[in-house]
């Protein structure tokens, strides 16, 4: 079975940072591209940034400059670096891959259960 687990939210100052972290945990072969959305309460999930298999990188345009994606496929680990972070960056931040390969199966566009991030002003 696999499983997406984020970790590293928390409660912040403005301007402050924080590292978010996602394990994909199982018998992996393959990952492809993961993502991190976030929910703030009453809106709909936005995408936040993306990172392809290689490397490739994109973000949502309220984060640019200001958040970075990074990925270790050794550890099947994407990570989030939020720096510069505002009260309206507060949300719950979900982890997604678009398909994770095992030995027997394929499994098509996991989540994980999501980790809160609340930025104080």
């Known amino acids: 079975q696999v499983q997406l687990v984020e970790s590293g939210g928390g409660l912040v100052q403005a301007g402050g940072s924080l590292r978010l972290s996602c394990a994909a945990s199982?018998?992996?072969?393959?990952?492809?591209?993961m993502r991190w959305y976030r929910q703030a309460p009453g809106q709909q999930r936005e995408l936040v940034a993306g990172?392809?298999?290689?490397?490739?990188?994109n973000y949502g345009d309220r984060v640019k400059g200001r958040f970075t994606i990074s990925r270790d496929n050794a550890k099947n680990t994407v990570y989030l670096q939020m720096n510069s972070l505002k009260p309206e960056d507060t949300a719950v931040y979900y982890c997604?891959?678009?398909?994770?390969?095992?030995?027997?199966?394929?499994?098509?566009?996991?989540w994980g259960q999501g980790t809160q991030v609340t930025v104080s002003s």
């Open positions: 997604n891959a678009d398909r994770v390969s095992t030995p027997t199966s394929v499994i098509i566009n996991p």
């Open positions: 199982g018998s992996i072969r393959s990952i492809n591209s």
């Open positions: 990172i392809t298999s290689t490397g490739t990188t």
